[in-house]
């Protein structure tokens, strides 16, 4: 199993650039959560799905845009990049909710320049 | 607002002592806690998970205590080693229980 894998692990974009992340998941989970990571920050939920054709916002979902067609995949949209947007993103999954362990993804380094 | 403080500065600490993190939340009535460990360049790995409803919890040399008149959740590692250095984060669920929302963890370095 390769458990949570993402895609890409790095990607420097221009302001006004548009790009998409996708996660995979092999582990048929029903939740999968986008979150990312600043310094002093913490992750912070960017949107997440609890099911296939399901998504709902997270803590901070502005300027992005998410996608779950296939219970295997979660995808992470941005449609016109800004340098807030400058981050590490993380991709996770769980069998169900808060009563279960979140499994993460190695994490897309993106730069907004 | 919702807030979760953990010590922001590096604990520093002799093999084979105690470590003890904190995690402090304001503003929250989580019925879960989780704690994470994170390493440098990597996704947090999942340790463990206490209800609200339990005291303690234990997994080999790790430690969970979580008390909700405190708002606090103490996590102790016992008898640490330098491979326990790492960043460890805490997460509670929110007012929606599909969602989770973390601390943003305290380094532990285990000195040999």
């Known amino acids: 199993n390769a458990g949570v894998t993402q895609t890409p692990k790095f990607r420097v974009l221009k302001t006004g650039q548009s790009m998409t992340l996708l996660c995979a998941q092999d582990m048929n989970h029903e939740y999968m959560y986008w979150y990312r990571q600043d310094p002093g920050m913490g992750l912070r939920l960017i949107h997440y799905?609890?099911?296939?054709?399901?998504?709902a916002k997270g803590e901070v979902p502005d300027g992005y845009n998410v996608s779950r067609l296939k219970k295997q995949n979660f995808l992470l949209g941005l449609e016109s990049a800004a340098p807030s947007q400058t981050s590490v993103y993380f991709c996770a999954s769980s069998r169900t909710g808060h009563t279960n362990e979140q499994f993460f993804g190695p994490g897309t380094r993106l730069t907004v320049l | 607002s919702q807030k979760i403080e953990q010590n922001s500065e590096a604990l520093n600490i002799q093999e084979g002592k105690t470590a003890t993190l904190t995690c402090n939340y304001t503003n929250y009535s989580p019925a879960y806690l989780q704690w994470y460990r994170q390493d440098p360049g990597r996704g947090p790995v999942f340790l463990l998970l206490i209800r609200e409803n339990e005291k303690e919890k234990r997994k080999e040399r790790l430690k969970v205590t979580f008390d909700t008149t405190l708002k606090q959740s103490l996590f102790h590692i016992t008898a640490s080693q330098p491979a326990d250095s790492a960043t460890y984060l805490c997460?509670?669920?929110?007012?929606?229980?599909?969602?989770?929302?973390f601390g943003s963890g305290t380094k532990l370095n285990v000195k040999p």
């Open positions: 799905s609890v099911g296939e054709g399901t998504t």
């Open positions: 997460a509670l669920d929110g007012d929606n229980f599909n969602k989770f929302y």
